[in-house]
């Protein structure tokens, strides 16, 4: 074998540009000159230029120096869904020399009590329709100045109005809720709009977001990304993905939650810094009325993941689309499949280009060339990151071998927020961190995910991977999705357990089987197969493997 295929690393091209910037908010101010009278923003029609995003975050960040004597460093949760609210709010609170942090607005108390307290969040910007839960676990926290918005707050009149009445009164998704002490974000950019600001200094070292996350052990904790990290990725992506894109010329459907690692450094970072249009869509599970928002658009760029994909593939209304402008579509958050690539790939005619990160790495690890994509990859390293796999005794491997994939560059987290000896667990003394997911380098330079780690099923002694099986039943014409976990089993140790959504009622476990059979070695080939109408998801649209395996769990119990 050659000295080539036994090198235990792959290192991406150089990195440039790192030292230009010395804050993500030097990175916006810039962006805002050059591109003033450039779409910035769109959600529900409603657009912000360039030119409107510097004067309303500029307003938000007046106010908080101003009323909330907040200090730079401290902490600010931003619960939102898709909406314009979010961009201000971000860039508002770092130009106040706030830490952002990001929450799902799905949360339940529990999980959102635990966010506030661990972070030392102040402040909390929060749509009004789930500040019912704030309202219980205000008093178990930290915060002391709470601002709450409405979804159709960014909109004009009477149409602000229309859309507020209609989520309260006729949807009635806003709960009753008590927080007498509560601002409006409205009247926040109000009166902020008569104050003076003055952009707070913040070094590339500081932090700029605190996104919580899983991690690769334990509970959710918070990834301290400083503006360092959030900069490089940033890059990284326009070295990556740039090449595909002309600066402030394009349109990108962000159907993906901004909060989100994922669409956060790409919307919010990547495409603000090339003078891009991104156009934010609130709830993409309504496929009716997503369909018929992307019907008016002229856009050259769609953000989605795997489930999305396929959902969007399976309707007629979305076939008849003009996709003569889309040129670039990315994948990210899970594995991709090989029938949801070909699909879009035939329905759309624009090929899908996988990427792959984490929240510790702010999130991009690798990504498939545009003009050289690999199907099946996640692609190469990107710009000034090195990537390797290593054995359970930490020694790395020679190509062609699947271990455990670590990663080292300028986008890797600081740390886990207050957890000291959870941040050894995942990174070493060099800064490499492990990422809790199996992976092979190839000779070429490219890198394929296996699977989870934690994920992997051992039957008889042999591993099996989920994303294996996964991909070959999802080949199958009736099926819509799938997803494998592990089961106890008394003779092999763990059997293979497919659960499927088919779009044929009359597909059985059997026909998946011999479907399987026909390209996987008899020990993958699932044991059971269960239907379902629907797989459990995250926010993002990924499948829940934990909740299938903890519902199996419970039933033999």
């Avoid at 509560?182 to 932090?207: I, N, Y």
């Avoid at 992976?439 to 070429?444: I, T």
Wanted: proline share 5%; hydrophobic share 40%.
């Amino acid at each position: 074998m050659s000295e080539h295929a036994t090198a235990p690393v792959l290192n991406g091209p150089a990195l440039e540009g790192l030292d230009d910037y010395a804050s993500v908010i030097d990175v916006f101010k810039i962006s805002a000159k050059k591109f003033a009278d450039k779409p910035a923003f769109t959600c529900m029609g409603q657009t912000l230029t360039y030119a409107e995003l510097d004067k309303q975050s500029q307003a938000f960040a007046a106010w908080l120096q101003h009323e909330t004597g907040l200090e730079p460093g401290d902490r600010i949760a931003i619960q939102l869904p898709n909406v314009l609210q979010f961009p201000v709010a971000v860039f508002g609170a770092m130009r106040a020399g706030l830490v952002v942090v990001n929450t799902n607005p799905l949360y339940t108390e529990r999980e959102m009590a635990h966010q506030f307290k661990d972070s030392g969040a102040k402040a909390i910007l929060i749509l009004a329709n789930m500040a019912d839960k704030l309202e219980k676990v205000l008093d178990r926290t930290d915060i002391k100045h709470v601002l709450v918005t409405e979804l159709g707050d960014m909109h004009g009149f009477p149409k602000r109005l229309l859309i507020n009445a209609v989520v309260k009164y006729i949807k009635k998704m806003v709960p009753a809720y008590s927080l007498p002490t509560a601002v409006g974000f409205r009247e926040a950019l109000s009166k902020g709009a008569g104050l003076s600001h003055q952009d707070v200094e913040r070094t590339p070292d500081d932090v700029a977001a605190l996104q919580y996350t899983g991690g690769t052990t334990g509970l959710a904790k918070g990834s301290m990304l400083t503006h360092r990290n959030l900069i490089a990725n940033m890059l990284q992506a326009r070295a990556a993905i740039g090449p595909a894109l002309k600066d402030g010329e394009e349109t990108v459907i962000a159907p993906l939650p901004v909060y989100h690692i994922y669409t956060f450094t790409v919307n919010c970072l990547f495409l603000v810094e090339t003078g891009n249009h991104s156009v934010l869509i609130t709830n993409p599970r309504d496929l009716d009325n997503f369909v018929k928002e992307l019907k008016s658009l002229k856009f050259s760029g769609f953000i989605g993941l795997n489930t999305l994909f396929n959902a969007l593939c399976n309707r007629d209304d979305f076939k008849q689309l003009d996709f003569s402008r889309l040129k670039l579509t990315v994948s990210g958050g899970m594995a991709l499949t090989t029938a949801a690539a070909e699909r879009w790939e035939k329905v759309t005619g624009c090929a899908i280009a996988e990427g792959y990160g984490m929240t510790e790495t702010s999130p991009i690890v690798t990504f498939n060339p545009v003009d050289a994509i690999q199907l099946g990859t996640i692609g190469k390293p990107v710009a000034g990151t090195t990537v390797k796999v290593i054995d359970d005794d930490g020694q790395a491997l020679p190509y062609g071998e699947a271990g455990e994939l670590c990663v080292k560059g300028p986008q890797v987290m600081k740390g886990y927020w207050n957890l000291p000896e959870e941040t050894a667990k995942a990174m070493d003394s060099d800064g490499w961190i492990r990422t809790g997911d199996i992976a092979v380098l190839q000779e070429d330079g490219y890198v394929k995910i296996v699977d989870r780690k934690k994920d992997m099923i051992i039957v008889s002694g042999f591993n099996v991977y989920p994303n294996e099986i996964e991909d070959v039943v999802a080949g199958h014409p009736d099926v819509v999705e799938a997803a494998v976990v592990g089961v106890p089993d008394e003779e092999a140790g763990e059997a293979i357990k497919l659960f499927v959504v088919s779009r044929n009622r009359d597909l059985d476990g059997e026909t998946l089987r011999q479907w399987c059979k026909k390209e996987l070695t008899g020990y993958k080939v699932p044991k059971t197969v269960e239907f379902r109408d629907e797989l459990p998801k995250t926010n993002v649209g990924k499948v829940l493997r934990r909740e299938l395996r903890d519902q199996e769990t419970k039933q033999s119990a």
